[in-house]
């Protein structure tokens, strides 16, 4: 069964550094979307993504957040300047045209020290 | 906005018993609604979706929903719980965007 992959599954990084998430979504699905943890807490929406661009975003997802395709399969979350505020699991969602179904990856650990 | 309420923070219940998680939702037109469940240090698993149809629907692990528009709820039910379903339940709406809004989750425990 296809399945969405993220690497790696636990980054840790010091305050201020940048971090690339990485997520493969499935093969023919066309959303994609990122959303964060924080420990103990509900999940929460950042970004979703169509055509190569962004079709809507929270207000957490600010300046030091990007989204990017760079290729046919990939589909990643920078985040250019880390925070303490940051630590968090972050999951990448996609799913296909004609369907409300999302599939979660396994997420990644983000520790920001 | 839309919005998601899990009334129950943490529930225990005895192996064998029946299990009913709930979810209230707040969304002006016809929701679409989804169970997660989550197991430690894990993602988020599909349990079950309602878009439209039957208002019972059926999902994996033995669990269902049923949809009730007029009490705006969407409660998980299970006739008899596993050890193995212990986990983390969170209720979600897809919203405007076809984002998803969750829940704050449900910590479920199983007793043997």
């Known amino acids: 069964e296809p399945e969405v992959t993220q690497t790696p599954s636990h980054q840790v990084t010091q305050m201020g550094q940048e971090v690339i998430l990485r997520c493969v979504p499935i093969s023919n699905h066309l959303y994609f979307y990122w959303y964060r943890q924080i420990l103990g807490q509900k999940v929460e929406f950042l970004v979703s993504?169509?055509?190569?661009?962004?079709?809507?975003k929270s207000e957490i997802f600010d300046d030091q957040f990007s989204v990017e395709r760079p290729d046919g399969s990939n589909f990643t979350l920078k985040i250019r300047s880390t925070k303490l505020e940051d630590s968090a699991m972050y999951f990448c969602?996609?799913?296909?045209?004609?369907?409300?179904?999302?599939?979660f990856g396994p997420g990644t650990r983000l520790t920001v020290t | 906005a839309q919005s998601v309420t899990q009334p129950d923070i943490h529930i225990t219940v005895s192996e064998g018993a029946s299990l009913e998680l709930r979810c209230n939702y707040s969304y002006g037109a016809t929701p679409y609604l989804f169970w997660y469940v989550q197991s430690p240090g894990q993602g988020l698993q599909l349990l079950l979706k309602?878009?439209?149809?039957?208002?019972l629907v059926q999902g994996i692990k033995g669990f269902e929903a049923e949809f009730k528009r007029s009490q705006s709820s969407f409660n998980l039910r299970k006739p008899s719980v596993h050890w193995s379903d212990a986990a983390e339940y969170f209720c979600?709406?897809?919203?405007?965007?076809?984002?998803?809004?969750f829940g704050a989750g449900t910590i479920l425990r199983v007793k043997s």
């Open positions: 993504f169509y055509n190569n661009e962004i079709s809507e």
């Open positions: 969602a996609s799913r296909d045209r004609g369907s409300y179904e999302q599939y």
């Open positions: 979600a709406v897809g919203a405007t965007g076809n984002k998803l809004v």
């Open positions: 309602y878009f439209s149809g039957d208002t």
